[in-house]
């Protein structure tokens, strides 16, 4: 019976962490950071304490909160409070069930990297393969 050759072995392997359920819009840091902050409070966030969670310019905040919108994850609420607007965002249904599934994914991309790193012997020299560091 014959061993299977690199290529072959190589080719198991390619694409293994990959990660195709990451999604560009929950995975940019600031959009991040605003879904992060609306979870954590389900009865949703006013825009200034979002910016403040967020530290974020009111410019950035709107514009990240316009793309999570549009998606669907965030519901936006405007009312009065005396005579000044205000405007509350608030994670959607499916928000919620998005980011939750981003989570999930997130922790198998560490659980992956921590089998990975368990699994591999440790190197005997600052060289990878006849590569050594810059």
């Keep these: ?3 299977p050759s690199k290529q072959s072995e190589s080719v198991k ?3 293994k962490y990959s990660y195709q359920g990451l999604d560009r819009v929950l995975h940019e840091k600031a959009r991040l950071g605003i879904l992060a902050s609306l979870a954590a409070n389900t009865n949703g966030l006013l ?3 979002l910016k403040q969670f967020c530290t974020l310019t009111d410019g ?3 514009r990240h909160l316009g793309v999570l919108s549009d998606a669907g994850l965030v519901e936006v609420w405007k009312g009065h409070a005396g005579a000044r607007p205000q405007t509350l965002y608030r994670l959607t249904k499916s928000g919620r069930d998005r980011f939750s599934e981003y989570l ?3 922790e198998r991309i560490v659980l992956d990297a921590q089998i990975h790193q368990q699994a ?3 190197p005997k020299t600052n060289s990878i393969g006849g590569v050594s560091p810059a």
């Design 1 to 3: 019976m014959s061993r």
């Design 13 to 15: 392997v390619a694409g």
């Design 47 to 49: 825009f200034n304490d």
């Design 60 to 62: 950035n905040l709107s």
């Design 104 to 106: 999930q994914l997130l």
């Design 120 to 122: 591999s012997p440790s």
